[in-house]
Nanobody, 123 residues
């Protein structure tokens, strides 16, 4: 399994970024895919996930209305459009798959994480 994140950078508050996650080594269209983030000194948190066919998405309350997760099953790629960025969005962003959807125990599936992409929001 390979997960390669890109698209991060340094932006000012209220600006936008679009992250990409290019995958290989598994049948992408069969997996619920997810974005996670980890800020310095904090635990990794689930940001959003998207069902196999892209028909259903779920977001953390902290990003709801600002972030949009999407996927292209033909390209084995997932995206995260981040609008109206805030300083508290500063973190390393990582993609993975999640299991346990529909239960209180949604959790990452792949044990190996990619290198992530850094998002820094600062004026």
């Amino acid at each position: 399994v390979q997960l390669v994140e890109s698209g991060g950078g340094l932006v000012q508050p209220a600006e936008s970024l679009r992250l990409s996650c290019v995958t290989s080594g598994f049948i992408f269209m069969r997996y619920v895919m997810s974005w996670h983030r980890q800020a310095p000194g904090k635990e990794r948190e689930l940001v959003a996930y998207i069902r196999e066919d892209g028909g259903s998405t779920t977001y953390a309350d902290s990003v709801k209305g600002r972030f949009t997760i999407s996927r292209d099953n033909d390209k084995n790629t997932m995206y995260l459009q981040m609008n109206n960025l805030k300083s508290e969005d500063t973190a390393g962003y990582y993609c993975n798959s999640v299991v346990g959807v529909g239960t209180p125990w949604v959790r990452p599936w792949f044990s190996d994480w990619g290198q992530g992409t850094q998002v820094t929001v600062s004026s």
